[in-house]
């Protein structure tokens, strides 16, 4: 189980997500981030830095929806799943006339709270966060969740303190559980829905 809770993302990450940025959260190491769970929660100083630089001398605009991914518990789910998902699902969703951001948050030893942070730098209007969970049960599977960032007036709401009951999880993404292809259909209409109605979460469904 410890060499599962410490795999790392490998060689795939070019594949599921050629233009990316690579940060890392306010925890020191594996073990600070298991032991510790706030410290996966925030990106670290350095990466905030890093993360605006690369927006602003690109002269990005700013995302609509910015895609977020997390080793979390389980970095092989990423590694296993990622690649049939992301590619497919930038797919659906430009072609539903959603702007994504060009270049992919992705985060080392990051936890959900982590994307909300990475939507506060990029000043996104919603994310979607993948997350490797489940380990040790050889089923290695991967969750999404699904945050629009904006209060009634259109401010941002992005915060360390934002409840999880506004994010909406599309879970068990795995080819013995919810298949990929399955999943970015869920989760395109999911997103649009969100972004049209501009909520997520508990409130999607009032």
């Known amino acids: 189980t410890t060499e599962i809770y410490t795999l790392s993302l490998h060689d795939a990450l070019p594949i599921f997500a050629p233009h990316h940025i690579r940060v890392q959260t306010r925890a020191r190491d594996r073990d600070d ?10 990106i670290c100083d350095q990466d905030v830095a890093r993360i605006r630089g690369a927006l602003a001398s690109a002269g990005r605009r700013r995302p609509q929806l910015q895609i977020v991914v997390s080793d979390g518990l389980n970095a092989n789910a990423v ?32 936890r959900v709270r982590a994307g909300y942070h990475a939507g506060a730098i990029v000043d996104a209007d919603a994310i979607v966060h993948f997350i490797g969970e489940r380990p040790g049960t050889g089923l290695d599977t991967l969750s999404a969740y699904l945050t629009y960032g904006r209060d009634a007036a259109g401010q941002p709401r992005w915060s360390p303190d934002l409840d999880h009951s506004a994010t909406t999880a599309v879970c068990g993404i795995h ?26 979460g508990v409130a999607l469904h009032e």
Not at 92 to 102: K, Q, S, Y
């Open 33 to 42: 981030y298991l032991a510790h769970p706030a410290s996966g929660e925030s």
């Open 79 to 110: 590694n296993e799943n990622a690649r049939a998902i992301l590619p497919p699902l930038r797919r659906a969703l430009t072609a539903a006339g959603l702007h994504v951001g060009d270049v992919d948050v992705v985060i080392d030893n990051g």
């Open 175 to 200: 080819r013995r559980g919810r298949p990929p292809a399955e999943a970015v259909d869920e989760i395109a209409r999911l997103v649009r829905r969100i972004v049209e109605t501009r909520r997520s």
